[in-house]
C-alpha cells in the first residue's frame, strides 16, 4: 500500500483547483500589487498552510517557523513545489519578483493574519 497516495492525489487536485480556477486561466504571470500578493497567500496558501500561517496540511510559514530557511530557499519552494506533497509550484502563475516578494514578506512576518484571532 501506498501511503503517500492521499498526499500526492491531494496535491494533484490542489494543483488543478489552481491552474484552473477562473484568475489563472486570465492571468500571466505578470508581477501584482502587495495587497493582492498578500491576499492570495492568506486565502490560498492559508488554506492549506493555516489562515493564521501556523500550519495545517501543509507547515507553519511564521517567521520562527522559516528561521532556518534563506528567502531564496523559501523562493525556490514556491517556485518549484515539493515534489511528493500538496505542495504544488507556483511558477507557472506568479512572476518571479511577486514570488520574491511573498518569500521575503512570509521571512519577515509580514504577511500574518491579523483578521484571525491567533
Request: glycine fraction near 10%; proline fraction near 9%; include cysteine.
Amino acid at each position: 500500500m501506498n501511503d503517500g497516495l492521499p498526499y500526492r492525489l491531494i496535491g494533484l487536485v490542489w494543483t488543478l483547483a489552481v491552474a484552473l480556477s477562473p484568475a489563472a486561466l486570465v492571468a500571466s504571470p505578470e508581477s501584482r500589487p502587495g495587497q493582492e500578493l498578500a491576499n492570495l497567500v492568506l486565502q490560498d496558501c492559508g488554506s492549506c498552510h493555516g489562515m493564521t500561517l501556523k500550519g495545517g496540511l501543509g507547515p507553519a510559514l511564521r517567521p520562527d517557523d522559516l528561521e532556518n530557511r534563506s528567502v531564496d530557499a523559501i523562493a525556490a519552494i514556491i517556485r518549484d513545489g515539493v515534489p511528493g506533497t500538496a505542495m504544488p509550484p507556483w511558477k507557472p502563475l506568479l512572476a518571479p519578483e511577486d514570488i520574491e516578494w511573498i518569500s521575503q514578506q512570509l521571512k519577515a512576518g509580514s504577511l500574518v493574519s491579523t483578521r484571525v484571532s491567533d
